[in-house]
């Protein structure tokens, strides 16, 4: 996805203190721009559709229209916006249902002012963002399926494959892939078309989700 500059951002909370707040910090960003705010998920919606938005930062929280609820909206109908999940809530359940939504990150409203201008950067490169523990959660989570015996689908990667998977979801570039690997980096493009296309996946936060599920990335 071609992102212009700068990226053009959407604000959703229901607390007109907490965007105000929020774009303060992300104006304040030569690259970034708040063009629209909502006070609830319909909102959001709405404005999406008025008006281009790049990435959509979205509260867990709100009236009418959850932010979760809004995140699957987008997901399905207007893809190419990115999507930012922000609460005030460190809990599973939230982070879990977040990513299952389409979210390519979550951050904590508590750490806003340090974590949520690079989440933004992060997420408009197509990866994803996760604050250090929700990553051990994912990882813990992984591990609790596998003790329990849940059946892993047979693997459709090749060795190679697996290793430019793991190298991606640790944000390595197609040159450094490539350096690692010893192979060129029309190869490790031509590896990367191979994944989309056998895991159904458009992006690298969608192959570093699949990563962590094969336990292919440590916390």
Do not use: W
Request: charged residues 30%.
């Amino acid at each position: 996805m071609s992102v212009p500059f700068p990226a053009r951002l959407l604000i959703a909370d229901d607390h007109v203190m907490v965007r105000r707040g929020l774009r303060l910090v992300l104006d304040a960003e030569p690259d970034l721009r708040v063009v629209a705010e909502a006070s609830d998920g319909a909102e959001a919606l709405a404005l999406v559709r008025e008006s281009p938005v790049d990435l959509a930062i979205l509260d867990v929280s709100m009236p009418r229209m959850t932010g979760l609820q809004a995140t699957a909206e987008l997901a399905r109908f207007h893809p190419e916006v990115r999507v930012l999940m922000l609460s005030m809530h460190d809990n599973e359940q939230y982070l879990f249902t977040a990513l299952k939504a389409g979210a390519s990150g979550y951050v904590l409203k508590t750490a806003a002012d340090r974590d949520l201008v690079s989440a933004c950067r992060a997420a408009l490169r197509g990866e994803p963002f996760l604050y250090p523990s929700a990553v051990a959660s994912l990882i813990r989570d992984f591990l609790d399926r596998a003790r329990t015996g849940e059946t892993v689908p047979e693997e459709p990667l090749t060795p190679r494959e697996l290793e430019v998977v793991k190298l991606v979801a640790e944000a390595h570039t197609s040159a450094e892939i490539a350096e690692l690997l010893q192979i060129s980096q029309r190869t490790v493009e031509r590896h990367r078309e191979n994944l989309m296309t056998k895991l159904a996946m458009r992006d690298r936060v969608e192959l570093t989700r699949y990563a962590i599920r094969r336990g292919l990335v440590e916390p």
